[in-house]
């Protein structure tokens, strides 16, 4: 279903050239115009038709035309005050069904602001993106409050995300994002599409929660995967040695302390995590 604004809106390059508007490179702003591009990213979580969307950073609000053009109610956490008074002009265009929050996405409980389930699609800025995503995959109830997550990254970033085990871009992230969802690569974005063009590729993850392996603390899998990976040239016996118990659990599950943690596949991580998580 498509819902069009209670009256006609400019394009969006007009608005932002209109306000003086340019993207802050201090807040990682990229703006995205081109309206067939975002209405494609809009579609990707599937039907929004009255569901409730969380975008982080929308800017003047490219991405946020095509969610409410899709349907969706929107609250929108917006740092860059310049772009407020685009923002309002939206919500009140489409009836109030965009609800903006003018603070920093890192200090927000999203949560408390959705209200009940949501989903969240963002244009993430380059220099908060991975904190939020890590954030989003680490809550300890599951499965979560959201129900799909589309965030445009870095190619590199979105390749490490949906990375398998033993290639170059299997990391930390690839473990977090697949332990207990699925994550896919869903579009690549060319650096032409923005304003001004980013020095990088773009691409769009979309990750859905799965089933959660019972047993299993995050906490323990976080701090796991983050002194594996943090120092991913060394042997697991190295990098490991600093979490109590970890190599004679990794001698228990016949997983070799000789191996780095780049060949450990996300079935092992959980299995160790699991090991070392105290029964409940």
């Avoid at 946020?64 to 917006?78: D, F, H, N, Q, S």
């Avoid at 949560?111 to 800025?125: Q, S, T």
């Amino acid at each position: 279903m498509t819902t069009q604004p209670n009256r006609p809106l400019p394009p969006l390059r007009h608005v932002v050239r209109a306000h003086g508007l340019s993207a802050s490179k201090a807040l990682g702003q990229n703006f995205l115009f081109d309206e067939q591009l975002l209405d494609r990213v809009a579609a990707i979580p599937g039907n929004l038709d009255g569901a409730t969307v969380f975008e982080v950073g929308p800017g003047p609000g490219g991405l946020t035309r095509a969610l409410l053009r899709a349907g969706a109610r929107v609250i929108a956490v917006e740092r860059d005050e310049r772009c407020l008074p685009l923002l309002a002009d939206l919500a009140d265009a489409f009836d109030g069904r965009l609800t903006v929050v003018s603070d920093d996405a890192m200090a927000v409980d999203a949560n408390a602001l959705a209200g009940g389930p949501y989903h969240i699609v963002a244009n993430l800025p380059y220099n908060v993106g991975t904190a939020l995503f890590t954030r989003w995959l680490e809550p300890a109830a599951w499965p979560p409050q959201w129900l799909s997550l589309t965030l445009m990254f870095q190619l590199e970033v979105a390749e490490r995300i949906v990375a398998p085990v033993g290639s170059a871009a299997y990391g930390r992230l690839a473990v977090l994002a697949q332990w207990r969802a699925q994550a896919k690569l869903a579009m690549k974005v060319h650096r032409s599409a923005f304003t001004p063009p980013p020095k990088v590729m773009s691409a769009i993850v979309h990750v859905t929660p799965g089933d959660e392996p019972p047993g299993v603390s995050p906490a323990m899998l976080s701090k796991l995967t983050e002194k594996g990976f943090g120092q991913r040239r060394k042997m697991l016996r190295q990098s490991l040695k600093g979490v109590p118990g970890a190599i004679e659990a990794l001698d228990a599950l016949g997983i070799d302390p000789t191996r780095r943690a780049e060949t450990v596949s996300v079935a092992e991580w959980v299995a160790l995590a699991r090991s070392l998580t105290p029964a409940a």
